[in-house]
């Protein structure tokens, strides 16, 4: 079943954790919503310890208490939405609003520091500080799921200036990158 051993970045546990809540959904077995609340409740005690403020720890470069190095936006994203997939299951109002607090901790700190002309910059990346395709498309879905879950305007706009930001793109022109795991 699920492990509460994090041996792998956090972003590919958090597909997981998506998984879990439809299977929850499907089943209304708890121990798949239970399984989503001890993987949130992890990420969201990683999540108190990091610089900058908000940002989650992937489980690779910037662990929580360090205040250099690669932190990623679109890693980060992923995370946001398994926390937040576990929120909108969730009939606790006081975990409810811890859960959707934290993403909101974490797209407020994106709205606020990575956000260039519609498009996201992949946050503290020493490769490249522009607008990226894979933050702008991962943190846009966040930003209309937040919207869906929280009603506040800034994030549907958030998302919608991301899907205007990526369809002015020009992909014919992108190459593979090796970004590795410097």
Not at 60 to 69: A, D, I, L, V
Not at 85 to 101: F, I, N, Q, S
Not at 150 to 167: E, F, I, K, Q, T
Request: aromatic residues 14%.
């Amino acid at each position: 079943m699920f492990s509460t051993t994090l041996k792998r970045e956090h972003y590919k546990d958090a597909y997981s954790v998506r998984a879990l809540a439809v299977a929850y959904d499907l089943t209304g077995d708890r121990k798949f919503l239970s399984a989503c609340q001890a993987w949130s409740d992890k990420m969201i005690k990683c999540q108190e310890g990091m610089t900058p403020k908000g940002a989650y720890y992937m489980n690779y470069h910037r662990k929580p208490g360090e205040t250099t190095g690669n932190w990623y936006t679109a890693d980060s994203s992923s995370i946001a939405m398994g926390i937040l997939a576990t929120a909108a299951r969730t009939a606790d109002p006081l975990l409810h609003e811890k859960y959707v607090g934290s993403v909101r901790q974490f797209a407020d700190l994106v709205l606020s520091n990575y956000v260039r002309d519609g498009g996201i910059t992949d946050g503290l990346w020493s490769k490249f500080d522009g607008p990226w395709w894979c933050s702008t498309g991962t943190f846009g879905s966040l930003a209309f799921l937040l919207y869906d879950e929280c009603g506040d305007h800034r994030y549907l706009d958030a998302g919608l200036a991301a899907v205007d930001w990526l369809n002015h793109e020009h992909y014919d022109k992108v190459t593979p990158y090796d970004i590795g795991m410097q």
